[in-house]
């Protein structure tokens, strides 16, 4: 600790407080990844709680829940480095009324250690990841009022690592919009034939819960757009997701995303692929295309292979190409460890190369 | 029957890893998802000997429920005729068709068209009428859904509160406005009102 922080510490500076805060949530966060792996190993047979499944707070309503990653990276371009990815909590109410509550607040990079900075917590931050208050208004429509997940493609939904195959994540699914909403969402699903059409129709018209951005893209400024997802079968979907937007810090352009996405499962393989088309009349590169296909399939037992193309249209006009392959142990629904490698051409800054590993769980 | 119903569920819950009838037992999912302590009273008091009263070493137990499971497992997967989708009977529902009520399980839809929140009962994963249940419906095993599971709790969505029998979900059914659960078709009785009877895949 460097002589400006110790005096921070001792003077009960807010910055000593939050590292002081943040190195108690990596304490909570070890503990929690040791009683994980004991409840693997041993079995347990208690009732009141079980890994993956949250805890619910007697009648009050109220279920907690949360997940945590560890992620390390190394043989690249970048330095090696180890870090506690997230701390998540949820919060969800929910008394059977029609309303209900639900909150996602996470640490990020609570605790870091690299090939040059050592061991710190000086890079984790709180991040309100998501705070909404729903409306069940019928079994039609659903109006949600808060901070959610922009409802463009599969991954930005559902983009936590305990849910996911591979450690990195694809460029297309955050590179060219705001992984945030801010405002108002109609959403629900319809019957179509004997399979349902899933919906959503937001607008973004705040700031107040927008956190930093993490991504090197900003939150909407203000935005509208709709997502449409076909479950043609149990194990086919197609999506179709439009957002008109502006960025904050960039209120003199306005942008038109257009996304395309599908998931397929048969027997014991999974494919699923976005393609994602924004135009922007204002920018040198107008004309903005990226995606990325996915194939995973078990391999023996618990393992699972994986792996991914991705393409990426560039500001400076350069095309990135990557690809991934890695293995996935996902022993039970709530855990999963991975490990890939990364390689690909004009990829330096948006997907660099390299190993990736990192451990989730569901708690 | 009971008793020995109870008896096979104690040993149930500590199985590893074993084979049922050609179900696979898993311990996560016999012990289920998190169940209403309130569902949970009502389902002990439904039953004529309650665990604390049993008042056996768990060693004994599983001794007897070995023997009770022989006899049990064969005429209960004998038997399953049909299952019958049940709701109270003041309840202004006649009807429910299978999507409706495939969404109503996987929780996609949360109320019903009169804005009146459903509210969807399943039995222990392991218990064979959730299972033939389970397969009717979804064409999938409990365990099957697991990853659903997981992806909708993300969101916030948590599975079908849990009802330890059939007897249960009757009286809660009965009690509940909006309460939607599935016994076998001869376990009806008037105190619910029959919405749909479906088979099970592969039997009668």
Request: net charge neutral; aromatic share 10%; with cysteine.
């Amino acid at each position: 600790m460097g002589t400006k922080a110790r005096d921070c510490a001792s003077r009960g500076h807010p910055v000593a407080l939050i590292r002081r805060a943040l190195k108690v949530f990596a304490a909570g966060l070890m503990a929690i990844l040791a009683i994980s792996s004991n409840a693997v190993l041993a079995q347990d047979s208690d009732n009141a709680y079980q890994l993956g499944h949250g805890y619910k707070l007697g009648n009050t309503g109220i279920h907690l829940g949360g997940y945590a990653s560890v992620h390390g990276a190394g043989f690249g371009d970048a330095p090696w480095s180890l870090e506690l990815s997230d701390l998540s909590l949820f919060v969800t109410w929910d008394t059977g009324s029609k309303l209900r509550f639900f909150s996602e607040i996470e640490i990020e990079d609570g605790l870091h250690v690299g090939q040059h900075t050592g061991l710190t917590t000086r890079d984790g931050y709180f991040k309100l990841e998501r705070l909404y208050l729903d409306y069940l208004v019928n079994d039609r429509v659903t109006v949600r009022i808060g901070k959610m997940l922009t409802p463009v493609g599969q991954w930005n939904l559902l983009h936590v690592d305990p849910l996911l195959w591979t450690t990195t994540r694809p460029v297309a699914t955050e590179n060219l919009f705001s992984e945030h909403v801010s405002g108002v969402m109609v959403h629900g699903t319809i019957p179509f034939g004997d399979q349902s059409v899933d919906y959503s129709v937001y607008g973004d018209y705040s700031s107040t819960l927008d956190a930093r951005p993490i991504t090197g893209v900003s939150n909407f400024d203000n935005a509208l757009g709709a997502r449409l997802r076909y479950n043609i079968s149990d194990d086919l979907q197609i999506g179709l997701s439009y957002s008109d937007f502006t960025l904050q810090g960039r209120t003199n352009s306005r942008s038109h995303l257009l996304g395309l996405d599908g998931a397929w499962t048969y027997q014991r393989f999974a494919f699923n692929s976005e393609i994602v088309y924004r135009y922007n009349d204002v920018e040198i590169n107008q004309h903005v295309w990226q995606g990325y296909i996915q194939g995973v399939s078990a391999l023996k037992g618990h393992v699972y292979g994986v792996a991914r193309y991705e393409f990426f249209d560039q500001v400076n006009g350069q095309l990135g190409q990557v690809g991934v392959l890695g293995l996935a142990y996902h022993p039970r629904p709530p855990l999963i460890w991975k490990l890939e490698y990364r390689l690909g051409t004009n990829n330096r800054y948006l997907a660099p190369d390299g190993v990736f590993a990192s451990f989730a769980v569901l708690f | 029957m009971h008793s020995l119903r109870i008896l096979f569920n104690i040993w149930a819950t500590h199985l590893r890893r074993d084979t049922v009838q050609r179900l696979t037992v898993r311990p996560e999912l016999v012990e289920g998802w998190a169940v209403n302590p309130i569902m949970v009273r009502q389902a002990h008091h439904l039953c004529p000997i309650g665990y604390e009263r049993l008042n056996l070493k768990l060693s004994r137990l599983k001794w007897v429920a070995n023997i009770c499971l022989m006899v049990l497992a064969l005429p209960a997967f004998a038997d399953h005729e049909a299952i019958a989708i049940v709701t109270m009977p003041s309840s202004p529902l006649q009807s429910v068709s299978i999507e409706t009520l495939k969404r109503v399980y996987l929780r996609k839809i949360l109320v019903d068209d009169k804005g009146k929140r459903w509210i969807p009962l399943n039995l222990p994963a392991f218990d064979d009428l959730r299972q033939g249940f389970s397969l009717a419906l979804f064409k999938k095993r409990p365990e099957d859904q697991e990853d659903y599971w997981n992806q909708q709790y993300f969101s916030g969505i948590n599975p079908p509160d849990v009802l330890a029998s059939e007897e249960a979900v009757l009286r809660f059914v009965a009690m509940t406005p909006g309460a939607i659960g599935y016994v076998r078709q001869r376990s009806v009785d008037k105190r619910v009102r029959v919405l749909k009877t479906i088979s099970i895949p592969g039997k009668h």
